[in-house]
């Protein structure tokens, strides 16, 4: 069992910053990437951005240069820093992870509000 917990999120103007971060704890678990997501009211959630143990982060078109996802692999933790925010970036950001021991399940945190306002 794996429990994602995240912190950050909140209220900022359009062009400002934001990190998000989101630690995995448990017992006996490989971590095999770490993402995040996000689903904005009337919309399907979405990915913002991938980190795999192996092969290239993955951004969504949206977000590229302006999101930069990076992992501290010894705290089994995820951040998103978030730069030139936008309004239209105003979501639930979730937390998501694979682990190789359960192979193709999805781990998701809570889920954490960023608004911004323009």
């Known amino acids: 069992q794996v429990d994602l917990v995240e912190y950050g999120g909140g209220l900022v103007q359009a062009g400002g910053s934001l990190r998000l971060s989101c630690r995995a704890h448990?017992?006996?678990?490989?971590?095999?990437?770490m993402g995040w997501y996000r689903q904005a009211p009337g919309s399907q959630r979405e990915m913002v951005a991938i980190?795999?143990?192996?092969?290239?982060?993955v951004y969504a078109t949206s977000v590229k240069g302006r999101f930069t996802i990076t992992r501290d692999n010894a705290k089994n933790t995820v951040y998103l820093h978030m730069d030139s925010l936008k309004p239209e970036d105003t979501a639930v950001y979730y937390c998501?992870?694979?682990?190789?021991?359960?192979?193709?399940?999805?781990?998701w945190g809570q889920g954490t509000q960023v608004t911004v306002s323009s």
């Open positions: 980190l795999p143990n192996d092969g290239d982060t």
């Open positions: 998501n992870t694979h682990i190789r021991e359960v192979p193709g399940y999805d781990y």
């Open positions: 448990g017992t006996y678990f490989s971590i095999t990437h």
